[in-house]
């Protein structure tokens, strides 16, 4: 009942209404190439889109991230301790497109390593057109160190040695932004390889979908028949839950782990 | 009361300071009753009262917005208008019903018409109609139905075009336009077996002067039988 009751509502059955062309678009096109019976209008014509906004970075390509930070001369590289608070809870300044048109956002948090970034940059290099399209990283390096004691070895003996570098996000931040002279449909089939290459939940954003997710959130809380909010539970005690919520469920109230 | 208890709760140097260790990567499945809290406060939204059909009409619609355009109408009116001029520039356009076959087959009859002096043309049916709508050749829209092509030629060369139709039975003439006229298929045939311009001129010009040449030829003849000729006409004359 719970899960059915999410997508019932007024914008329950949009999920990305700027491809409601895209599906069938391409597949009628293919069969009707020519037909002298068929009706006229299976072109979509559009005005020129305005690219006036766009400004291209000094780099188009998808910077090489590298494997280990740039680290001061003279200094052993730094380990660092898990710090696992740098994953949680919402991401509250890099979370807005800045540079492009379109995005990466990760809907939990999580951490990225070199492999990931290497995959991700593969895939850009290819399927990217960089006469007018730019991509842009939203993080510079993978300045977490993560230490790993060898494989076997008893408890004890200090802390292991460094084996990788990784960047630890919070959810709802833009790891990865596109844009240029392009339109969102020529630029989803890239970040939706993208998308499924990232071992994290994530989504793909743009200004518009953004706005609408936002609408979307106020008109449920307004809408919302059910009186049992996370946050009257919490404050009120309902069901004993005062017992197990820890302080984070007093302030994300649930939205966030 | 509640409220002084969590702000406590959150700033308190006896209670836990690091909190459990959260599991951010992997998330566990919470236990049973943190699993009830969880589903009793999800937001419960006013469900879709509308009939079924009303539903699927909305998401019909965007499909269908999606396919529209803000400049279809001004292409549709360039397109008619294009596909007018081109088409009707010609001398001839011929409308033949075209039947199915294969590509080869289809080169093959290409090159027959190309052979004649002909050119093969593939118009959309309700881009034809739309064209011929409201000007003189309105009456074309009959032979606008089904698989068609048109067959075009600059020059007028009927006998030629019936000529390579005979050679191939795929295409079926209905009909066309001929030098401003339109006509069916009989007539069409009619107008190819008729002679050339020139040789139709002079049998006009012997059909008119016939009837000069023989009152000429009679007033020039012998008196004698100019008189006789005049007397008889006179006796028909007074017998009438």
Redesign the interface.
Known sequence: M?LL??F??KE???KL?EL??IS??NFITSLRL??????????????PKNYNHVKYPERRRLKIIDKIPPLDSGVRPPKMPRD?YT??GPELIHNKLQYGDYGIQAI????LNHKQTETVRMLVVRQMDDRRMFAVWRFNQLWQSVTKKGQGRRMGGGKGAIDHYVFPFRAERILLEMGGHCEFEEVYPLLKAISLALP?RNRIVTHESMAQREAHEEW??A????P???KY?A?????G??K?L???D?IWY?KY? | M??I??TL??FSTTHQSM????N??K?RMP?I??R?????????????LRSLPQ?CL??HL??Q????????EA??AF?TKDTFEKLFEHKIVAICHILPMTSRDFFQVRVKMHNAGMKLK??????AKAAIQKSKLQNLELYLT????FILCEETKLAQLMLALKKTPELQLLGGLVEDRILSRAKMQEAAKLPSLDVMRGELLTILSTSACKTSSLLGKHQTELSSILTQLVKERSIC
């Open positions: 719970a009751t999410r019932l509502g329950g059955g949009q209404p409601a062309s069938t678009h020519f037909s002298v019976t068929a009706p006229m209008s299976v072109i979509k014509l559009r005005y696992l994953m949680r939990t948090g999580g951490r994290f449920v809380e809408n919302n028949l059910n049992f909010t996370f539970c404050d009120n005690n309902i069901l839950c005062n197990y820890g302080r984070y007093y649930n782990r | 509640a409220f208890w969590q709760r959150m909190g459990t260790k959260i951010i990567q998330p236990w009753e943190r009830i809290l969880n589903s009793v406060t999800e937001p419960l939204v006013p469900p879709d539903k909305e998401k965007i499909k917005n999606a396919y529209k355009s803000e400049l279809q292409y549709e397109s593939f118009v959309n049916n309700i881009l089904s698989h068609n092509v």
